[in-house]
């Protein structure tokens, strides 16, 4: 069994920062691409960004130049750094990890998912 867990959402001021961490855990055989998606109410999840196990960064234009994605491969983290934040970044933000898992001596790819953490940014 695998999980992946978030933290570090809150209530910011505009122009504020927030860090969010998501750590994964459980039969983790390898852990691949690991990305931060937000979902605000009424709207569609969208891709907030993404990591590979390279350390290749991906990110949403919406967020260039004031997000950073971040991990640490021996704590098994990604780290999701924003700054400048402004209220239309107010969404619940989730964690998904690709997972290379094992089940009776076969590897299996899973996505897992974060339960989502709510960041609010307002004054």
């Known amino acids: 069994q695998v999980q992946v867990v978030e933290s570090g959402g809150g209530l910011v001021q505009p122009g504020g920062s927030l860090r969010l961490s998501c750590a994964a855990s459980?039969?983790?055989?390898?852990?691949?691409?690991m990305g931060w998606y937000r979902q605000a109410p009424g709207k569609l999840r969208e891709l907030v960004a993404r990591?590979?196990?390279?350390?290749?960064?991906n990110y949403a234009d919406s967020v260039k130049g004031r997000f950073s994605i971040s991990r640490d491969n021996a704590k098994k983290t990604v780290y999701l750094q924003m700054n400048s934040l402004k209220p239309e970044d107010t969404a619940v933000y989730y964690c998904?990890?690709?997972?290379?898992?094992?089940?009776?001596?076969?590897?299996?790819?899973?996505?897992?998912w974060g339960q989502g953490t709510q960041v609010t940014v307002s004054s």
């Open positions: 459980g039969s983790i055989i390898s852990l691949n691409d």
């Open positions: 990591i590979t196990s390279r350390h290749f960064t």
């Open positions: 998904n990890a690709v997972i290379v898992t094992s089940l009776s001596g076969v590897w299996r790819q899973i996505d897992s």
